[in-house]
């Protein structure tokens, strides 16, 4: 079975600074892509961060010039460095994989992570 382990969440000051690892393991043969979603109370889950195997990361607005993703392929880790946090960055945050396994091409979710940025 493949599975997304995530680390990294707590409670941070805005200004402060967290980092996020998403572990994935398993049967895996390739992953495509690795990302970072985010869900607020009464909001949708978004889109904060991707990256494409051999591409140009991706990022959301609001996260630009703040965030950074990255990726470590020899241990199938993605991490999500994240500066200058601020309030409304709280949220749950998920970690997503596309990827090949013996099961197929498929997308994993991580368990999610809980970050608070507040005073």
């Known amino acids: 079975q493949v599975q997304l382990v995530e680390s990294g969440g707590g409670l941070v000051q805005p200004g402060g600074s967290l980092r996020l690892s998403c572990a994935a393991s398993g049967s895996i043969f390739s992953i495509y892509s690795m990302g970072w979603y985010r869900q607020a109370p009464g909001k949708q889950r978004d889109l904060v961060a991707q990256?494409?195997?051999?591409?140009?990361?991706d990022y959301a607005d609001s996260v630009k010039g703040r965030f950074t993703i990255s990726r470590d392929y020899a241990k199938n880790t993605v991490y999500l460095q994240m500066n200058s946090l601020k309030p409304e960055d709280t949220a749950v945050y998920y970690c997503?994989?596309?990827?090949?396994?013996?099961?197929?091409?498929?997308?994993?979710w991580g368990q999610g992570t809980q970050v608070t940025v507040s005073s």
């Open positions: 997503n994989a596309y990827l090949q396994s013996t099961y197929g091409n498929q997308h994993y």
């Open positions: 990256t494409t195997t051999g591409g140009s990361p």
